[in-house]
Each structure stands twice: as C-alpha cells, then as structure tokens.
C-alpha cells in the first residue's frame, strides 16, 4: 500500500508545507487535517491504525509547541498550519 492507493482520501492541496515532528521537518500536504498528514507520511501504520477519525477516541492525540507552553491537539479535527511543532504525541501514532 502507498500513498497512489489513499490518494482520494486528501483534500485537494497544491503544495506540501514543513511542519516539525519530535525535532524532525516533514513535508506534508497543505489544506488537510494533521491525521492525513500522518496518513500522508506513514501510509499504513496510520491507514490501519485504532482512529476513529471523528473526534470520540483521542488517540490521535499530539501536543503542539504554543509560545512556552504546550497545547493538545486532537489531529483529526485540526487543520495543518505551516511551521508547526509538534512536540508529543499519543502513543497509536506510529509514523515511519
Ligand atoms: S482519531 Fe479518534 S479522536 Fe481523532
């Protein structure tokens, strides 16, 4: 499986944006929520994943840099935004 097999589930995007993951940069579509961003990064392990993919089971979960502090995000609700960190993440999120 690869990401010409999942290509539907993305909404349209025209560039990949750098967002930072754990310390890493990563390219990831603009215009999706984070959850297909994984997606986009980790085909499997996120498309045969434990997500709801509808907001009831957290375990889509991460952590983003907000100033000193950190804010919880729940990934399959919130959009990418360029330049964000995401500093922690639930432990279901296995990204390659
Ligand atoms: S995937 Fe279940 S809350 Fe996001």
Redesign the pocket.
């Known amino acids: 499986m690869n990401i010409d097999d999942i290509k539907d589930v993305f909404q349209p995007y025209e560039k990949l944006i750098e967002i930072k993951i754990l310390g890493e940069t990563r390219l990831v579509p603009e215009n999706n929520t984070l959850?297909r961003c994984f997606q986009y990064l980790s085909v499997e392990s996120i498309s045969f994943g434990d997500?709801?993919?509808?907001?009831?089971?957290?375990?889509?979960?991460v952590w983003v840099k907000n100033g000193d502090k950190e804010k919880a995000v729940?990934?399959?609700?919130a959009n990418v935004q360029p330049g964000m960190e995401i500093v922690r993440m639930s432990d279901d999120i296995e990204l390659i």
């Open positions: 959850l997500f709801c993919w509808n907001g009831d089971c957290l375990n889509c979960q729940i990934t399959c609700r």
